[in-house]
């Protein structure tokens, strides 16, 4: 029982944790423009870096977010079951693992995520300041080792065709 309740309480204190990194963010205008100024983003990724967190949600639109990431070290593989991300490396290097399958696969935070201990049978490759990653629904992806990377994230969900 013990456990269990230790269990409890740190799934609630990471979730909270994640929801106050994504949190508070602009929402997108939807009758103009918006700009990020480069010393916006730079200010949001040494806020992350000192501050020991990985992601500040940076514009929030319902179905698409723009956030600003900070690894070291690895991150949880995930797969999306209906959001796709493009992660536009600004500094830093490391590997990434995408494709094959999820290791220890857990359900994730919604329909169709999940989440992994690693991934298995994926395509690992070098990413580093300057790169572009594509990830499509439903591929398992994640950096597998950074000393430090720093990158935008933009999230957009897929939209039923018409």
Not at 9 to 19: G, H, K, P, Y
Not at 108 to 122: K, T, V
Request: negative net charge.
């Amino acid at each position: 029982m013990k456990l269990f309740t230790c269990t409890l309480m740190a799934i609630a204190l990471l979730s909270t944790q994640a929801i106050a990194q994504t949190a508070g963010a602009p929402p997108a205008p939807k009758d103009s423009a918006m700009d990020m100024s480069l010393a916006e983003l730079e200010a949001a990724a040494e806020h992350l870096k000192e501050a020991g967190i990985s992601t500040k949600r940076m514009l929030e639109g319902g179905i698409f977010s723009v956030n600003v990431r900070h690894i070291q070290g690895a991150e949880t593989a995930l797969q999306h079951g209906r959001i796709s991300e493009i992660w536009v490396i600004r500094e830093g290097s490391g590997i990434v693992s995408t494709g094959g399958e999820l290791v220890d696969q857990e359900a994730g935070s919604g329909p169709g995520e999940f989440r992994g201990s690693a991934i298995r049978g994926g395509h690992e490759r070098l990413i580093q300041a300057g790169d572009v990653v594509f990830v499509p629904p439903g591929v398992p992806h994640g950096i597998k080792q950074t000393d430090s990377i720093v990158y935008l994230n933009i999230r957009f969900e897929l939209r039923d065709e018409d």
